[in-house]
């Protein structure tokens, strides 16, 4: 399907990564490097990969599920902060060289032990979907350090697990006539494959084939958050109250998925594309809604997603009205739904302040890693449902996103950004 060529390298000319300034930058990216300074030492070590430094590729410790997802995640969260130049050397204990070292050593070990290049290897299955599109993203970020043999990996796993994805069918939570399909949320589903698909758009658009990527990825984009309201699709996975259900039952996990669309965001804006509106389709009645559900006018709590049990449960559990418990949601899921409001300029249209609520989770999301540094992996080893290990990768989300909407702003009219303190002129330049 695709070869090596296809790959279309980052000018990063255009896209010149530099440190970026600002309130919430700057501690996302304190958090991020307590979070890098913690992977590069007690988990490397936990990991048992310090006693495999010769050997050319890390075992991983297991192809599965987990183990995998914090490899990817781990070595996205790394080279993001080295290659964006917000790093600490000082903070993390490491010199400059060792993070690339290590972040390479995961990123080259995950290809290779993938099942595109290795029997009985990991992957070709749904449940490792976003491990799959985050191991790409970083594979692109950091292209012209892989050699062939990695680059010629990187390509077989697209090849495999983009095949497989486009053949999909796109799915619905309700039929058309409003009866229900059963099991997983299919925003979800959805979101996880046109993520993947657009990616290989951008990666590849040089190709003929990657328009075939970029109109299922628009179609399956538009179908995540396609409401009852509209009736313009085949089915469609936002109910008239424009929360998005789980199981049966409104899901506050599920309804922040909008802030998925980040991802989008930050693929588009490398690649100097237009986003997909269906990305951002509905975003504004979907998050409108959701607050609506979660705070009164005084601003309290409805209860519709109150937090219980939060003593054990630092992710957060949620109760609903009923009593029923169901579903779970961390701060750091609606945290990168609040950054992707402010950066679509939702906050200005709907009585919401976006950047207020991000800065409430940031201090929620603080207390927690003050406390206990491990946070991101211990939630999944203790609630197999909480993806505690994305919670970083997310926040790292949050910080590109935050730097490529300012890059786009300060070229379009030297754009002084609320989060940041620092003045762009042409003076600074």
């Known amino acids: 399907m695709f070869v090596l060529d296809d790959i279309k390298k980052i000018e990063w000319i255009q896209v010149e990564p530099e440190p970026l300034g600002g309130d919430l930058a700057e501690d996302l990216g304190k958090i991020i490097n307590k979070f890098v300074k913690f ?39 790394i080279a993001a902060a080295v290659k964006f130049k917000f790093y600490d050397e000082k903070e993390v204990g490491h010199k400059l060289y060792v993070a690339r070292d290590r972040y390479m050593k995961l990123i080259r070990s995950c290809l290779y032990h993938h099942i595109a290049n290795s029997t009985d290897g990991w992957g070709g299955c749904s449940e490792h979907l976003s491990a799959v599109t985050e191991l790409l993203f970083v594979c692109w970020l950091v292209w012209d350090k892989l050699n062939l043999r990695d680059k010629e990996y990187a390509v077989n796993l697209l090849n495999l697990e983009g095949e497989r994805v486009i053949n999909q069918t796109i799915e619905y939570n309700y039929n058309s006539d409003g009866t229900r399909n059963d099991g997983e949320c299919k925003t979800i589903v959805n979101m996880e494959n046109a993520n993947l698909l657009y990616l290989i758009s951008v990666m590849t658009e040089s190709d003929k084939t990657a328009q075939g990527f970029r109109e299922k990825a628009i179609l399956t984009y538009r179908a995540c958050f396609a409401s009852k309201n509209h009736g313009d699709m085949a089915g469609y996975n936002v109910d008239e109250d424009m929360l998005i259900h789980r199981f049966d039952t409104r899901s506050p996990f599920a309804t922040s998925y909008i802030g998925v669309g980040i991802k989008a965001f930050i693929f588009s804006k490398i690649a100097e594309q237009d986003l997909p509106s269906g990305a951002c389709r509905n975003f504004e009645d979907i998050y409108k809604a959701f607050y609506g559900y979660e705070i009164q006018s005084d601003g309290k709590r409805n209860g519709l997603f109150t937090v219980y049990d939060k003593k054990n449960r ?33 906050g ?29 992996f211990q939630g999944c080893n203790q609630y197999r449902n909480v993806h505690g290990e994305a919670v970083c990768s997310e926040l790292t989300d949050c910080y590109l996103a935050l730097f490529l909407h300012l890059v786009a702003k300060k070229a379009e009219n030297n754009f002084v950004d609320k989060f940041s303190r620092e003045e762009y002129s042409e003076n600074n330049e």
Request: with cysteine; aromatic share 14%.
């Open 39 to 77: 992977g590069l030492n007690d988990w490397w070590k936990y990991k048992g990969f310090n006693k495999e430094s010769k050997s050319e590729y890390l075992s991983l410790k297991g192809p599965f599920d987990r183990t995998v997802r914090q490899c990817v995640y781990m070595a996205k969260t």
């Open 314 to 346: 630092p992710c957060g559990g949620i109760l609903y009205p009923d009593g029923i418990r169901g579903g779970r949601v961390n701060e750091s899921a609606l945290y990168v739904m609040d950054i992707f409001a402010y950066i679509l300029g939702a």
């Open 348 to 376: 200005q249209t709907i009585d919401i302040s976006s950047r207020e609520w991000a800065k409430a989770r940031m201090k929620l999301i603080e207390k927690t890693f003050k406390h206990n540094e491990k946070f991101t």
